[in-house]
């Protein structure tokens, strides 16, 4: 098995090269062993940037293209790190994740069908507007998820990893300044031509926590009002929707998150070429 310290040389070597993300890969898998690795660059109100895979179980990034860069990110614990602007970063998938994660529609009818267990983010911020994502995966291949000391050890070597991503995406753009429009402003919009359906700023923001799989008491504290105030606005929002349950408002409303992406324009991209 290769050194540590001759994995981390030909990751330098390949700074700037093709090479880059697969010895990036390699040298993490020898720190933290994992199945998967996905690297991701979201942008501010545009499609992210799938910019490798790499993994053994076809299941993990089969619908990844299709479904996720299709708009399902915008229900993803790790997009909403980046909307958020949250701090850069380690970041574990259950740590970040809604209180009911586990039982929205994105979870069951998505994430669940990758067959991950659990997932760690290296979250790099080259600005703003901009962030990049590392994220490795542990799936049923190996039916395990990170162990504390993985996790320390993925948090010890995190400034590393920032260096190396700030330095080698130094010059990946997004395609345009973004626009006035929030994603939940959008989605009132666009609603409305799709559907002939008038929603409120609230109604859409409590029907995107709700997809994003937060509890009435979780939505309440990030709105700041009370747990029975979500509940009518709740059930304002199904009721104006035409829908009883939150697996009819996810179907309802995946084709218009499809719809909050822009195509990307790219000044200059190493790893475009999924692995």
């Known amino acids: 098995m290769e050194s540590t310290e001759n994995l981390i040389a030909s990751t330098i070597q390949s700074l700037n090269t093709d090479k880059f993300a697969s010895n990036l890969n390699r040298?993490?898998?020898?720190?933290?062993?994992?199945?998967n690795t996905t690297i991701l660059a979201y942008f501010q109100d545009q499609t992210p940037l799938l910019l490798m895979t790499d993994g053994i179980t076809p299941d993990v990034h089969r619908h990844m293209k299709t479904v996720y860069l299709s708009g399902a990110y915008l229900l993803d614990p790790f997009y909403e790190v980046h909307r958020s602007q949250n701090a850069a970063g380690m970041y574990r998938i259950w740590d970040i994740a809604p209180d009911q994660f586990v039982r929205n529609q994105y979870f069951i009818e998505y994430y669940r069908r990758t067959t991950m267990i659990d997932e760690i983010g290296f979250v790099v911020r080259l600005s703003a507007q901009m962030s990049i994502h590392v994220c490795l995966g542990r799936d049923v291949r190996s039916n395990q998820r990170f162990s504390k000391r993985d996790q320390a050890t993925a948090l010890k070597v995190f400034p590393i990893i920032e260096a190396f991503v700030c330095?080698?995406?130094?010059?990946?753009?997004?395609?345009?300044?973004?626009?006035?429009?929030?994603?939940t402003e959008r989605m009132v919009r666009?609603?409305?031509?799709?559907?002939?359906?008038k929603l409120t700023g609230r109604q859409a923001d409590v029907a995107l926590l709700v997809l994003q799989g937060h509890s009435s008491n979780s939505i309440g504290l990030r709105l700041g009002v009370s747990p029975q105030t979500v509940k009518v606005f709740r059930k304002q929002l199904y009721k104006r929707c035409e829908v009883s349950s939150q697996a009819e408002l996810f179907r309802l409303m995946l084709p218009i998150l499809s719809s909050q992406s822009e195509p990307l324009s790219l000044k200059k991209v190493y790893d475009q070429k999924v692995l």
């Open 27 to 35: 040298w993490l898998w020898a720190l933290v062993k994992h199945d």
């Open 190 to 197: 666009l609603v409305a031509q799709t559907y002939g359906i």
């Open 167 to 183: 330095s080698h995406y130094t010059n990946l753009q997004f395609g345009s300044h973004p626009g006035d429009e929030s994603v």
